[in-house]
């Protein structure tokens, strides 16, 4: 028997009201996908035109892809086989970036833990003041930080980066799982250490395998944040542990910006964000509907 609208005990019309308004959703969410995804697309889509192309006009949308942009950011000129700076610097992003991050979440979630759960004094004032170390841009604190870096000798270090880096993710961090750690019931706590648990064991085998999501989150956007960091990284760094943000400002020549160069080197510098990104969306996923459990 073949399906008629009216069988299924609806009127017409508000079956093509369904139909109507699943069009309309969808359409708009395409719409706001193609927006979102238009930047990323038109860099990729640059990275793989010929010089030629690039500054044709009008726009080419239909062209030849080549792999000389990416050549030219990894390969020296006039060598068939020598790397270029670039790759050191984006090893040094991943070094600088990685370890970071791992000391922001990590003591992060140990301050939020100790605001959550204990009673001090000032409380509000002291998160508070955490919160303050991110209101200052970074341009009127460069200064003041590379006469004390340069006394100290971290300017031009990986050390220095990552513990700058850690510093500035912290107020992130705190505040961040703060907010997941108290959706957490301290009933879970209060078992554990009556059937004998620690503390210290108590929060490493209750309260850290539910704040996963969390931690993942915040490290994710931790990582972004120490990933694209510029003003310090041109300031604070030479030869040596130079990023990858200033390395691609490099291309901006006398003779004019590469913008095949930059679109290449920019999409390679968006890859390991992604992939971090990818393999942890599980945790992302969980992490929005975190705080979910009730006593």
């Known amino acids: 028997m073949g399906y008629s609208p009216r069988s299924s005990g609806r009127p017409l019309s508000t079956v093509y009201h369904l139909l109507s308004t699943r069009v309309v959703v969808v359409a708009v969410v395409l719409g706001a996908l193609l927006f979102y995804l238009f930047p990323i697309l038109w860099m990729l889509a640059t990275s793989f035109k010929a010089p030629g192309d690039v500054f044709a006009m009008p726009p080419k949308h239909l062209f030849l892809p080549t792999l000389v942009n990416y050549r030219k950011v990894f390969v020296a000129a006039g060598q068939w086989v020598g790397a270029t700076e670039f790759p050191r610097r984006l090893a040094n992003s991943l ?91 301290k009933d879970y706590e209060e078992a554990a250490m009556c059937d004998g648990y620690s503390r210290a064991r108590a929060f490493f085998k209750v309260v850290l395998p539910q704040a996963i999501p969390a931690m993942a989150a915040t490290a994710v956007f931790c990582l972004i944040t120490a990933w694209n960091e510029f003003a310090f990284a041109l300031v604070l760094t030479g030869a040596n542990a130079r990023t990858a943000p200033p390395e691609i400002v490099g291309k901006i020549r006398p003779e004019g910006i590469q913008w095949g160069e930059v679109a290449a080197s920019g999409f390679v510098m968006l890859l390991p964000v992604l992939i971090f990104t990818f393999l942890v969306r599980n945790h992302l996923l969980r992490g929005v509907t975190f705080g979910a459990v009730r006593r």
């Open 95 to 185: 070094i600088i970036g990685s370890i970071s991050t791992v000391l922001a979440v990590a003591l992060g979630t140990l301050s939020a833990y100790a605001f959550s759960r204990f009673p001090m004094k000032g409380k509000d004032d002291l998160l508070f003041f955490i919160l303050s170390t991110r209101m200052l841009p970074p341009v009127a604190i460069v200064i003041p930080i590379f006469l004390m870096y340069r006394d100290w000798g971290l300017r031009d270090t990986h050390l220095g980066l990552i513990l700058l880096y850690t510093v500035f993710n912290m107020a992130f961090a705190v505040w961040m799982m703060k907010g997941f750690i108290d959706e957490i019931p």
